[in-house]
């Protein structure tokens, strides 16, 4: 995929998957809120998932072999649609991860990764990449299995955005360069950027295989080694991904998974002195925990941290699109995205149109089995699943509008009915906190610089949507908002070399593009005298 965007995985999809598809239900327009009907290859789907799952390894991936934690414990992975566990695996700790870093830092000091050629890494990565795609059903089905998310998403979306960002930074791999300077007198300078060492790496359960891609390629591009610490709900596809690598022969040591608990095997990622930088993505709460082991340490660290992301709506829109695509914006991965649209500000002049729409198009999605043709499977957890709830409950009391959902959806399994609440305001919980599931706000404006004022009245500033058709306005608020990313007339775009990341409590520092590989490199200045230089 040359554009890696959502909207352009989609329009592949269309083409390629059968009629009952996702976006064939999409551009249909979703004629009832009903389960949906199973599809022929629903129960195979899922059969294979549960499968794969039971072959994977139960045990952690350490200096290229897999082994048992210290402690021999176990932990379930719960599978969302039934709330039964599917298998269980390693439960490493504080120990493993000291196991781990170890062969990362022997790996990095003595072995062959960062010794051998910039382009040899490279070919590594492609290879990687090579044996997901090979894998590319495989990975999806562990994927749908482990989160919940409609496996048309993961086979179309996940996975294959996975493989390309790993194949982008195989390209980079041997780019990354200094440079030379002038300098006054007889010398040469010139600068080196090399990698830092042992990266400790923490991934959410949001989007798992996509995540870790995020992390691994500019991590592994710049010649680094990783333990990786994947979330306890969604540790499959990470374990999946260290089977191939081993396969395709990456050298021992690079790449150690270590699967476990956050506040154990995750603190000690985080706190590890022998881990050179951390990058972690998850909650701004925990963000905050990690950034404060760094900064005792001293040492790196980048965090892509939540979102409540404002999207404004203005009198001169096509309301049916600007509908369709804040729709997508909120509910897209079941509302579980750090960049949701989670705040729909929408102009007085088109808001009774929006809501009514609105509320149409999230009553008539499709909520089931995520092996079957449906939009959104369950939440990922019992924890969200409630706090998810609970959110609900706060808007109802508070006194927005419920306009459609509001509760859970069947008695087994973790869905939660696609909910849109109107005239929802400010200083309500539900327009305040990242409530991470299928739940649209939907506010009022009538004044732009009220509007912007209010869309950047939040601690948090990940992402923005801006939807008219007014370059003026638009080009207004693409530089008031206190955003780093605002997407205009659409959203959910995503391209591997196009930045993203966080003002205020949303996080620090970028992924995805050239920027990302400076979070991973350190610089080196050289000074060397010139012995009668022809030239200066």
């Known amino acids: 995929m040359a554009m890696s965007t959502l909207r352009a995985a989609l329009g592949h999809a269309a083409r390629v998957a059968h009629e009952g598809s996702l976006v064939g239900l999409l551009s249909r327009g979703m004629a009832s809120a009903a ?53 269980e695996v390693a439960e490493g700790d504080a120990a493993d991860v000291d196991r781990a870093v170890e062969a990362a830092r022997r790996a990095f000091d003595t072995g062959p990764w960062p010794r051998m050629t910039a382009k040899e890494r490279g070919r590594l990565l492609y290879r990687l990449a090579d044996a997901m795609e090979a894998h590319v059903d495989e990975l999806a089905q562990l994927e749908t299995l482990d989160n919940g998310k409609p496996f048309f998403y993961s086979r179309h979306v996940d996975v294959p955005f996975a493989i390309d960002h790993l194949r982008y930074y195989a390209g980079w791999a041997d780019k990354i360069h200094g ?30 295989i996509l995540m870790a891609a995020w992390k691994l390629g500019p991590a592994l591009a710049a010649g680094n080694t990783v333990v990786l610490k994947p979330a306890e709900q969604t540790p499959m596809t990470a374990l999946k991904v260290a089977q191939l690598a ?50 005792e340490q001293l040492k790196p660290c980048t965090l892509e941290l939540g979102g409540k992301s404002p999207i404004i709506v203005c009198p001169d829109v096509d309301v049916d699109k600007a509908v369709a695509d804040a729709h997508m914006a909120l509910f897209f991965n079941h509302g579980q995205c750090c960049a949701a649209g989670s705040r729909v500000y929408v102009h007085e002049a088109v808001y009774d149109e929006f809501v009514r729409k609105s509320t149409e198009a999230a009553a008539t999605r499709k909520v089931g089995d995520p092996f079957s043709s449906v939009e959104q499977g ?94 003026d306005t638009v080009n207004t608020l693409t530089r008031a908002l206190k955003s780093g990313t605002v997407w205009v007339n659409c959203y959910n775009l995503y391209d591997n070399a196009v930045p993203f990341g966080g003002y205020k409590e949303s996080g620090i520092g970028r992924e995805k593009g050239e920027y990302a590989l400076s979070n991973y490199t350190q610089v080196k200045a050289v000074y060397q005298p010139l012995s009668n230089p022809a030239w200066r």
């Open 35 to 87: 389960q949906p009907a199973v599809d022929h290859a629903h129960h195979e789907k899922s059969r294979s998932a549960l499968s794969y799952a039971q072959k994977l390894p139960n045990q952690l991936f350490i200096d290229g072999k897999w082994v048992d934690a210290l402690s021999r414990k176990t932990m379930p992975v719960v599978d969302p649609r039934t709330e039964e566990v599917v298998v």
């Open 378 to 471: 369950p939440q990922v957890d019992d924890d969200q699943f409630k706090k998810i709830l609970s959110y609900i409950d706060s808007g109802k009391r508070q006194g927005a509008k419920l306009m459609t959902g509001g509760g859970r959806k069947g008695d087994r399994g973790y869905y939660v009915e696609p909910t849109v609440f109107a005239d929802v305001k400010d200083d309500m919980k539900i327009a305040r906190e990242e409530i991470f599931g299928p739940v649209q706000s939907i506010m009022k404006w009538k004044s732009l610089d009220d509007v912007i004022a209010r869309a950047n009245n939040s601690p948090y500033g990940l992402a923005a949507g801006v939807f008219s058709n007014n370059i």
């Open 246 to 295: 081993k396969e395709v022969g990456l050298p021992d040591g690079v790449l150690n998974v270590v699967t476990g608990y956050g506040p154990t095997a995750g603190n000690r990622v985080a706190s590890h002195p022998g881990v050179d930088k951390t990058a972690f993505t998850g909650s701004t709460e925990v963000g905050r925990l990690v950034a404060k082991a760094a900064a």
């Open 179 to 208: 440079k030379t300077i002038p300098v006054d007198g007889p010398y040469l300078a010139y600068t080196f950027h090399e990698p830092l060492g042992v990266v400790g790496q923490i991934i959410p359960w949001n989007f798992p």
